[in-house]
């Protein structure tokens, strides 16, 4: 099972981004998607999670600004970012639980897409 994120880049402080993580592979089911970040000289932290079922959960910095959203039948997640601020810039790790079967488990993480915010 892998996940491949895409949607980093480079963009204007007040900008937008979206967001991409396509998870494949030998996959039954995902339980929780989300994103965590890095920036340089900081530990990783949890942006926004969400259930298979839709509840979600955000960092205190980006409520109101950040929504994940997903596609079950793509096994996709997105996180839409707005009003982005210069401390948003880091890399962005997607996360998921994910069923091989209805008893086994494991956790899978993205190679990381790099957000950019220039001021």
């Known amino acids: 099972v892998q996940l491949v994120e895409s949607g980093g880049g480079l963009v204007q402080a007040g900008g937008s981004l979206r967001l991409s993580c396509a998870a494949s592979?030998?996959?039954?089911?995902?339980?929780?998607m989300g994103w965590y970040r890095q920036a340089p000289g900081k530990q990783r932290e949890l942006v926004a999670a969400i259930t298979s079922g839709g509840s979600t959960n955000y960092a205190d910095s980006v409520k109101g600004r950040f929504t994940i959203s997903r596609d079950n039948a793509k096994n996709t997640v997105y996180l839409q970012m707005n009003s982005l601020k210069s401390e948003d810039a880091a890399i962005y790790y997607c996360?998921?639980?994910?069923?091989?079967?209805?008893?086994?488990?494991?956790?899978?993480w993205g190679q990381g897409t790099l957000v950019t915010v220039s001021s």
């Open positions: 592979g030998n996959i039954f089911s995902i339980n929780a």
């Open positions: 996360n998921a639980t994910v069923y091989r079967d209805p008893y086994t488990y494991f956790e899978v």
